[in-house]
């Protein structure tokens, strides 16, 4: 079937090797560049609707009028697994500012748990959720909201809800429960939530100050899709 | 020409399937397939790949040179996985949520060079799609009874979460064979996709023991590949 002959003459040139490698390379980044344009603005709105859609998670559409997105503060930071900074959304009504939304990075049993949590002015939790882990699949993966509640438990807490002793898992004498098979997961997530709490705790003035973000958010505008990234 | 279409159907589903019979491509193999679901996601998304790389490699296979040829495989197929990547996060995000993590693995996946070098550098272009076509199949195949044997046997239940991968509608997939089970933390973990693995090997080899010694079943293919 195949008329190939194998000693064709200027096939054996080994320019024709070169020519052959860079062509193909050649067209192969021509390919993943135009595919990069075609698709790069797609993503980054994509990565965009899925931070709103996380934050929206522990932030209820209802207790917010602005786009939170388009609120955003940079803190210097250096707790939470997130050396430099932490971005923080303000959720607000009106000019009162009514929660925040941030993310917190912990070290789980297979890597870094990233957790986005909500927490009103006062300090109490609205909610956290899981946004990506590699924990252990039917073990540790419990965290996650779409398969236990377990993760509300935290709904309501605050820094001195429970006691700082009996922040941590029931097996350390804590409050909240561990699953059967693994205490790490569970471990590392209180711990992060916990030191999510002191790093609102620690910048609640700067970050509840009122007017500087006020004229930021009349400048960008309601209408701009800031990507989050 | 049907019967050379059918010993490829036949070769990548069942005689010379990548994991059972080749027992290629065993990292993607373990590693994903803790669950039936997840096994799916990948065999679905490596068999979409090796179509492609397939088509792509026969396309090219008449101007790549022997001395050349796995540097340029490589790239093709590194450059394919890439584009499907950008591809499904742009447009396919709800599945790409799902099965993202997997599909930079597939880049790895040996048998896509395998396939790559033993059949589309040889074959047409239909030929080398539908080679692909099938033994991606014959690997979605193996997933999913590697993933069903490790979930059953682990987590008590079977294809959970299929609603995640393929929409709501097929939720009724969703088993839970034995209500209220502990868990059986080996299997789901990657020593248990070993343990699994050979589990599975042993059965296909009785299988094909169990059809050999049947001679009704061995006598048509024989006729087939006498008329090939």
Not at chain 1, 67 to 74: E, I, R, S
Not at chain 1, 119 to 146: C, F, M, N, W
Not at chain 1, 173 to 184: E, K, R, S, V
Request: charged fraction near 15%; proline fraction near 5%.
């Amino acid at each position: 079937m195949s008329t190939e002959t194998p000693t064709a003459g200027f096939r054996q040139w080994v320019g024709y090797h070169a020519v052959l490698l860079g062509g193909i390379a050649l067209a192969a980044s021509a390919l993943l560049a135009l595919g990069d344009v075609q698709t790069s603005a797609e993503i980054a709105a994509r990565a965009a609707e899925d931070l709103k859609s996380s934050l929206a998670q522990v932030v209820p559409a209802s207790m917010h009028d602005n786009d939170l997105l388009a609120d955003a503060v940079d803190v210097a930071a250096a707790e939470g697994g997130r050396p430099g900074h932490n971005t923080v959304y303000r959720a607000r009504r009106g000019a009162r500012i009514t929660a925040l939304a941030y993310r917190m990075a912990g070290q789980g049993y297979g890597g870094t748990i990233d957790l986005v949590m909500g927490v009103d002015p006062t300090g109490k939790l609205l909610g956290v959720r899981v946004i990506s882990h590699q924990e252990t699949p039917g073990l540790g993966d419990r965290i996650e909201a779409s398969k236990s509640d377990w993760i509300k438990a935290f709904t309501g807490r605050s820094l001195d809800d429970p006691s700082p002793a009996k922040w941590g898992v029931k097996k350390d004498g804590g409050d909240f429960d561990q699953f059967t098979g693994a205490t790490i997961t569970p471990r590392a997530v209180v711990k992060t939530v916990k030191e999510g709490l002191e790093f609102f705790a620690s910048h609640r003035a700067e970050l509840l100050q009122p007017s500087p973000p006020a004229t930021a958010a009349a400048q960008t505008g309601p209408a701009s899709t800031r990507s989050g990234s | 020409m049907n019967n050379r279409y059918l010993a490829i159907v036949r070769d990548g589903l069942w005689s010379n399937n990548v994991v059972l019979a080749q027992t290629l491509a065993l990292c993607p193999t373990v590693a994903v397939t803790s669950s039936a679901s997840n096994g799916l996601g990948m065999g679905l998304a490596t068999a979409a790949v090796l179509v492609i790389s397939g088509a792509v490699i026969s396309l090219v296979r008449n101007i790549v040179t022997q001395e050349v040829r796995i540097p340029v495989f490589v790239l093709l197929i590194a450059g394919i996985v890439t584009l499907v990547d950008m591809a499904m996060n742009a447009w396919l995000h709800e599945l790409y949520k799902v099965l993202g993590l997997f599909i930079p693995l597939i880049v790895t996946n040996c048998a896509i060079l395998g396939r790559a070098e033993s059949f589309a550098s040889r074959q047409p272009v239909l030929a080398s799609a539908l080679d692909g076509l099938m033994t991606g199949a014959g690997f979605t195949l193996a997933l999913v009874i590697l993933g069903a044997v490790r979930e059953v046997i682990g987590s008590g239940t079977l294809f959970a979460h299929a609603s995640l991968l393929l929409g709501p509608h097929f939720s009724f997939m969703e088993m839970e064979l034995i209500p209220h089970y502990r868990g059986f933390l080996l299997m789901v973990l990657p020593p248990g996709g070993f343990l699994a693995l050979g589990f599975v090997l042993v059965g296909k080899r009785l299988i094909d023991r169990r059809l050999a010694s049947r001679p009704s079943l061995v006598s048509a293919p024989a006729t087939d590949g006498a008329m090939a």
